[in-house]
T-cell receptor, first 115, second 112 residues
């Protein structure tokens, strides 16, 4: 089974502070993603990457930056955390689409509370 | 843009009864549809996927058929078990990069 590890599992941050969420995968996957989960909204894509040293904006990138320093690692950065960024954040990885779109392998999530 | 609608926020059933969780989507592109399941305090996991019109796909007792004519991909099971209690997400992918658009999710609660 593919492995995606997120750290920390939970975090409390202060408004205006900087937060970094980390993700590490051992699947040898080229594609990695950051989603946030809010009650009533499902999961929404923040940033994604299909190659190291390159990131792309997803559907809700405002207030977030991403960094992909290697194939295995993908970080999500909140430079100035705000109350509205309180959510559960999921990292995922996948193979590139071939004959059909590939399944995503998710980490266990990071619960972020901004106070 | 693409969208996915799951009409039920919570479905509560007694063990052994059948269930259908609704999923409809909107897109102007060729769709890939997925069902992901998330058990309490666990990561979402793929349950089913399909891009073939009118073909039933099955896994772990769950099944779904993609109907492009009605833009639907409803999830069904003939007899739910206590272990099926979880959050179920319908998701749509239409292009490269495997980007998914998720529905809001349906929580299934199975009672003894």
């Amino acid at each position: 089974e593919a492995a995606v590890t997120q750290s920390p599992r939970s975090k409390v941050a202060v408004t205006g502070g900087k937060v970094t969420l980390s993700c590490h995968q051992t699947n040898n996957h080229d594609y990695m993603y950051w989603y946030r989960q809010d009650t009533g909204h499902g999961l929404r894509l923040i940033h994604y990457s299909y190659v190291a040293d390159s990131t792309e904006k997803g559907d809700i990138p405002d207030g977030y930056k991403a960094s992909r320093p290697s194939q295995e690692n993908f970080s999500l950065i909140l430079e100035l955390a705000s109350l509205s960024q309180t959510a559960v954040y999921f990292c995922a990885s996948s193979d590139p689409p071939r004959h059909s779109n590939e399944r995503l392998f998710f980490g266990h999530g990071t619960k972020l509370s901004v106070l | 843009g693409d969208s996915v609608t799951q009409t039920e926020g919570l479905v509560t059933l007694t063990k052994g009864l059948p269930v259908m969780l609704n999923c409809t989507y909107q897109t102007t592109y060729s769709p890939f549809l997925f069902w992901y399941v998330q058990h309490l305090n666990e990561a979402p996991k793929l349950l089913l996927k399909s891009s073939t019109d009118n073909k039933r796909t099955e896994h772990q007792g769950f099944y779904a058929t993609l109907h492009k004519s009605s833009s639907s991909f409803h999830l069904q099971k003939s007899s739910v078990q206590l272990s099926d209690s979880a959050l179920y997400f319908c998701a749509l992918s239409t292009g490269s990069f495997n980007k998914l658009t998720f529905g809001a999710g349906t929580r299934l609660a199975v009672c003894p």
